[in-house]
């Protein structure tokens, strides 16, 4: 078990690693495996880069988030133009069906809703939502389709059971065809 100490020090180094010079702007204190962290971040991309780097690193227990997208005055855009970019990136996914998710925008936060086929096309949303300009927050509220997966897995285990019952019958034919042949060689 990390002390805190060493954790500090291991998260440092993380986030000096996979953040960059955001990690020099934020703080963070620890106590018996809780981070907390503060401070601010240009984009929402980084703020949730900052977060799972934390997240993912051994003896982390829990992670207080504090901190603030402050995006440059570059950066900034209308909620408008924002909610265009969004629809925009959504209706680019080829696995995600037209009209299946709705974007709101309110000052930079988008929310997510709709319904998708599964849990892995509503994390690849988020992805894309994450990294449009302007964004400072995301609720993802899209609802993955559990008829869909249960589908999915129905579809999975038919083929599954096929290929293994093709796989015995071939084996039986050979079986069989390998005993009739030491049969007939019996005077």
């Given at each position: 078990?990390k ?16 953040v ?31 977060l799972?780097?934390?997240?993912r ?28 970019a ?10 995600v ?46 609802v ?10 129905h ?33």
């Amino acid at each position: 078990m990390k002390t805190d100490e060493k954790l500090r020090e291991a998260l440092v180094a993380q986030l000096n690693f996979w953040v960059g010079r955001s990690a020099d702007s934020i703080k963070m204190a620890v106590k018996d495996g809780v981070v907390t962290l503060q401070g601010s971040v240009p984009s929402y991309a980084e703020k949730m880069e900052c977060l799972e780097t934390v997240r993912r690193t051994g003896g982390v227990k829990a992670v207080t988030d504090e901190v603030v997208v402050e995006l440059p005055g570059s950066r900034k855009r209308p909620d408008a133009e924002i909610a265009a970019a969004v629809a925009s990136a959504i209706n680019l996914l080829t696995t995600v069906p037209l009209d299946s998710v709705n974007a709101t925008v309110r000052a930079g936060k988008v929310i997510l809703e709709g319904s998708i086929k599964d849990a892995q096309r509503k994390q690849v949303v988020e992805l894309v939502v994450r990294n449009t300009p302007g964004v400072t927050g995301i609720t993802n509220l899209i609802v993955p389709d559990c008829d869909a997966d249960h589908d999915l897995g129905h579809e999975l285990m038919k083929r599954v059971s096929a290929v293994v019952v093709e796989h015995l019958q071939t084996g039986l034919k050979t079986k069989l065809l390998a005993r009739s042949k030491s049969i007939g060689d019996f005077p």
